[in-house]
């Protein structure tokens, strides 16, 4: 029996998809809603071509990271934990002393930990470049200002 009218999916090749370069200024922006905004982009969701399985997403350049904006009481509460390896080795830091020291990790670990979980993410996650003030070394790649709504 032979069936008419059925619609197949569309799987994107990763030799067809076009990668863009953005730019995102996160002067005063509030840090989680810029970082889903930029995990979006990464991941290709916002192009109509999106597959799941296949890295569709573009690059994605920050610059003035050290002036993110966060609500309510983050600064003082909001706390960033790592491991050593050694025993005893856990260490604790605000958010606001990471600001301090290394302004890009913010942003690095917002955006990873909204993506996906998997080589593939780990992958996407390479085509974010985030600097804490207001030059940055991809002007050759022209990016665009990504609409931020």
Request: proline share 5%.
């Amino acid at each position: 029996m032979r069936r008419r009218g059925i619609q197949k999916s569309y799987r994107a090749k990763p030799d067809t998809i076009s990668k863009n370069w953005w730019i995102v200024d996160a002067d005063g922006k509030t840090l989680g809603r810029l970082a889903t905004r930029i995990a979006t982009v990464l991941m290709g969701k916002h192009k109509p071509e999106y597959t799941p399985s296949i890295d569709s997403g573009d690059f994605v350049v920050v610059t003035n990271a050290s002036k993110i904006h966060v609500t309510g009481n983050k600064l003082e509460q909001k706390e960033y934990q790592r491991y050593t390896g050694y025993l005893g080795g856990r260490k604790l830091e605000t958010l606001k002393s990471l600001l301090a020291r290394k302004p890009e990790r913010v942003i690095q670990l917002a955006v990873r930990r909204m993506l996906p979980k998997t080589v593939l993410g780990r992958r996407m996650l390479g085509k974010l470049k985030v600097y804490g003030g207001a030059e940055h070394p991809h002007v050759a790649q022209k990016p665009e200002p990504l609409g931020l709504n």
